[in-house]
């Protein structure tokens, strides 16, 4: 596992941008795996603007997201797919046949979503943040983590860190489909953000890096052949 720490969240979205932009002008075909939530917004900004400034190009990408919450429509705007479209689909030259969420039914569902990713090639960089719970997608501490992608009961712990997305904690899903810990674990290179204080616990757990544990997800990337972690100050527990 390679650890940076920076010194801030807008140095850390810079550091995690250039990977990404590194690796789009590497392979212009690049299979990105996308992550939502508050962490990655800074490095969707620092994309939109490498697009803008003409250093990359997503007309070949394709594209898998991590994970959707069960029960929200597309249009939604605390939906996964709503994130996405805000703060980059709609701002890059992404085809819209090359995006890809995680179904709760058909094709895209289970093991079909696994299959789809396996098709394309396999994922080049998957973007992850981290719960404060430890989980990465929706992959929640428990005596036993799915390795397929599939549906998830999320826990009150991270239902009570959504609910600052919605009007009230009762409107927050409590169900989600999301990629499985073996879907995760099979990209090339695992790419996992974390700032602020609330994140301390979890990431602690990886910087110690001499054990997994089902009951903090994100430690399995410790298994990962190419894991980079990189996180501010804050979430290292420097300040
Ligand atoms: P956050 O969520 O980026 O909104 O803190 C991270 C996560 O739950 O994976």
């Known amino acids: 596992m390679k650890i940076t ?69 597309p249009d939604h705007e605390q939906s996964y797919h709503y994130f996405m479209e805000e703060n980059l689909f709609s701002k890059v030259n992404l085809p819209k046949e090359a995006i890809h969420f995680p179904a ?3 094709e895209l569902s289970g093991k079909g979503y696994d299959k789809a990713i396996e098709d394309a090639g396999g994922i080049d960089i998957q973007i992850l943040g981290i719960g404060r719970d430890g989980h990465m997608a929706f992959v929640e501490p428990g005596e036993k983590l799915s390795i397929f992608t599939g549906k998830y009961d999320l826990l009150p712990s991270t239902i009570e860190d959504n609910a600052r997305f919605f009007k009230s904690r009762e409107e927050v899903p409590t169900k989600a489909v999301t990629m499985g810990m073996g ?36 430690t399995f990337a410790l298994m990962h052949p190419d894991a980079s972690l990189i996180v501010d100050e804050e ?5």
């Open 104 to 106: 709760v039914e058909g």
């Open 183 to 218: 879907t995760i674990m099979r990209a090339r290179k695992l790419l996992i953000l974390a700032n602020g204080e609330a994140k301390r616990d979890a990431v602690s757990q990886v910087m110690e890096g001499d054990h997994v544990s089902t009951l903090c997800p994100v």
């Open 5 to 73: 720490v920076c010194k801030d969240y807008d140095e850390m979205s810079r550091r995690a941008g250039e990977i990404i932009v590194r690796q789009m002008q590497k392979k212009p075909d690049s299979v990105l795996g996308f992550a939502t939530g508050s962490t990655p917004i800074g490095l969707y900004q620092y994309l939109v603007k490498a697009y803008e400034e003409g250093k990359i190009d997503f007309s070949k990408i394709t594209t898998f997201n991590l994970d959707e919450y069960i029960g929200l429509p």
């Open 235 to 239: 979430a290292a527990g420097y300040r």
